[in-house]
């Protein structure tokens, strides 16, 4: 489930040129580990800092998030990633 608290960026973006969506920035001060034992340990393990996740919401569910866009260092990361992923049709509010 989607956290609101932390939402610091919001936008809507188009798919298929018909289908409108919503996309998510929040902050967080933790960066997630893959939790994977293969795993060098700064990779395996959470990390206390501040990051940003992206958010995209469900084509098929409305209300339901995704956290498919990844981790970033800096706000500008994520929103250029949003761009890149939206094919430039996200609208941020």
Known sequence: ???YSDVIKEGTAI????????????QSLVWYGSGDYEDTPEIQENR???CYYVWYE??????????????FLTLAEAM??????????????
């Open 58 to 71: 469900s084509l098929t569910e409305q209300g339901r998030f995704n956290a498919s866009g990844g981790a």
């Open 48 to 50: 206390t800092m501040k």
């Open 15 to 26: 798919y298929d040129k018909t289908l409108s969506y919503e996309v998510r920035i929040n």
């Open 80 to 93: 250029a990633k949003v761009e890149r992923d939206t094919n430039r049709t996200v609208r941020w509010r």
């Open 1 to 3: 489930m989607f956290d």
